[in-house]
């Protein structure tokens, strides 16, 4: 039987924004103050870095492995990764995959002494942990484009010197480019992986991971929006695989700022959020343009928040705002009949 439920969560207000944030600073703390509420323990295996990092469902890419932890950071730099490594220190992980420096290209000879920083600190701390540096991708943004073939030997020399391992995923990419740029496919706006460079990542990681790619090698990808990172984000959704049971945790960027598997304590709460710092947030109008990338398969039950950007910046009135929410729900309910599906309040603002 299906249920429609309505749900206040006034609890998430300590995981999640409480009005549109100002500046990415004001993110990076949030998604900080989540990990630290998240321990890292023995088995972990943690993904390190900026919004690269950030934006990759890594538990799903390597088949929802509850172990696999993201803990990358929109707009990140070297400086507060080095600053705040001891979230991941003092936990003793598994391993660790860390990829940082693209953010850093105003000052990039601070890169490489800060990595040996981090991996100085990981050693002493948690000398048990096996670590990992992955080469920084190929970047198709002109102002940073040349950062990557300059800095990546250095960070390779690095690694051998520390005898830690370095991953060239930068060679897997601009292989198949055929130059020194990321492959036009894999890529919406010119920085950021789309699936299909996110799968050929992990095709270079797989052996280190010790899991095979989960990401559906075949299948059509839509881009429906018009905001580049919106369309790589939504591309992950659609060739990651939701299977019979699954509970899909929908809605904007309120939404996709949670770690729900690991809020949850569950690897099946899967998250398919849209937004993210600097204030970008899916509006309701373009969840209703995207759901069929958002939501597939025959999840058991679909949580649903969204419509919070439109209050908090007066864009419409609430009566034209919850006429786009019928729809959305109807959206819902069209794409996965079967599903119990649970409303969720818009949560209050601080002030």
Same mark, same amino acid.
């Given at each position: 039987? =299906?249920?429609?439920?309505?749900?206040?969560?006034?609890?998430?207000a300590? +995981?999640t924004?409480?009005?549109v944030?100002?500046?990415?600073?004001?993110?990076r703390? @949030?998604? *900080?103050?989540?990990?630290?509420?998240?321990?890292?323990? &023995?088995n972990?295996?943690?993904? +390190?870095g900026?919004?690269?990092?950030?934006?990759? $469902?890594w538990?799903?890419?390597?088949?929802?492995?509850?172990?696999?932890?993201?803990?990358?950071?929109?707009?990140i730099?070297?400086?507060?990764?080095?600053?705040?490594?001891s979230?991941i220190?003092?936990?003793?992980?598994?391993?660790?995959?860390l990829?940082?420096?693209?953010?850093?290209?105003?000052?990039p000879e601070?890169?490489?002494?800060?990595?040996?920083? /981090?991996?100085?600190? $990981?050693?002493?701390?948690?000398?048990?942990t096996? +670590?990992?540096?992955?080469?920084? +991708?190929?970047?198709?943004?002109?102002? *940073?484009?040349?950062?990557?073939?300059?800095?990546?030997?250095?960070?390779?020399?690095?690694?051998?010197?520390?005898?830690?391992?370095y991953?060239?995923?930068y060679a897997?990419?601009?292989?198949?480019?055929?130059n020194?740029?990321?492959?036009?496919? /894999?890529?919406?706006?010119?920085?950021?992986?789309?699936?299909l460079g996110?799968? &050929?990542?992990?095709?270079?990681l797989?052996?280190?991971?010790?899991?095979?790619?989960?990401?559906?090698?075949?299948?059509?990808?839509k881009?429906p $929006?018009n905001?580049?990172?919106?369309?790589s984000?939504?591309?992950e959704?659609?060739?990651?695989?939701?299977?019979?049971?699954?509970?899909?945790?929908?809605?904007?960027?309120?939404?996709?700022t949670g &770690?729900w598997a690991?809020? /949850?304590g569950?690897?099946?709460?899967?998250?398919?959020?849209?937004?993210?710092?600097?204030?970008?947030?899916?509006?309701?109008?373009e969840?209703?343009? #995207?759901?069929?990338?958002?939501?597939?398969?025959?999840?058991? =039950?679909i949580?649903? @928040?969204?419509? =919070?950007?439109a209050?908090?910046?007066?864009?419409?009135? #609430?009566?034209?705002?919850?006429?786009?929410?019928?729809?959305?729900?109807?959206?819902?309910r =069209?794409?996965?009949?079967?599903?119990?599906l649970?409303?969720?309040?818009?949560?209050?603002?601080?002030?």
């Amino acid at each position: 039987m =299906k249920y429609l439920r309505f749900l206040t969560l006034l609890l998430l207000a300590a +995981l999640t924004f409480g009005s549109v944030w100002a500046d990415d600073p004001d993110y990076r703390d @949030q998604r *900080r103050e989540i990990f630290r509420q998240l321990p890292v323990n &023995e088995n972990s295996i943690v993904f +390190l870095g900026n919004s690269i990092t950030d934006f990759g $469902l890594w538990s799903e890419f390597f088949g929802s492995d509850p172990n696999i932890i993201n803990r990358g950071i929109q707009g990140i730099e070297s400086p507060e990764v080095l600053e705040h490594l001891s979230l991941i220190g003092s936990g003793h992980p598994k391993k660790v995959f860390l990829m940082i420096g693209i953010n850093d290209f105003k000052t990039p000879e601070r890169v490489v002494p800060n990595i040996r920083k /981090m991996l100085e600190t $990981l050693q002493r701390e948690s000398p048990q942990t096996t +670590l990992y540096v992955q080469s920084i +991708l190929p970047c198709n943004i002109a102002e *940073r484009a040349s950062e990557p073939g300059t800095l990546n030997p250095q960070i390779k020399a690095l690694c051998e010197e520390m005898n830690v391992t370095y991953i060239d995923v930068y060679a897997a990419m601009t292989k198949i480019s055929g130059n020194t740029s990321m492959p036009a496919n /894999m890529t919406d706006d010119s920085l950021h992986p789309n699936v299909l460079g996110y799968r &050929e990542w992990c095709k270079v990681l797989a052996s280190y991971v010790g899991k095979s790619s989960a990401i559906a090698e075949t299948g059509a990808v839509k881009k429906p $929006l018009n905001r580049g990172i919106y369309n790589s984000i939504l591309s992950e959704y659609q060739l990651v695989p939701v299977n019979d049971g699954d509970i899909l945790h929908v809605g904007d960027y309120q939404v996709m700022t949670g &770690e729900w598997a690991e809020l /949850m304590g569950m690897s099946t709460f899967k998250n398919r959020g849209l937004g993210g710092g600097f204030g970008w947030s899916m509006s309701l109008a373009e969840f209703n343009s #995207a759901y069929g990338c958002l939501i597939k398969g025959s999840p058991s =039950k679909i949580f649903f @928040q969204c419509g =919070k950007r439109a209050l908090d910046a007066k864009e419409t009135t #609430a009566a034209s705002l919850f006429s786009q929410y019928k729809t959305a729900v109807n959206n819902i309910r =069209k794409t996965a009949p079967d599903a119990d599906l649970y409303l969720e309040s818009i949560i209050p603002n601080a002030d």
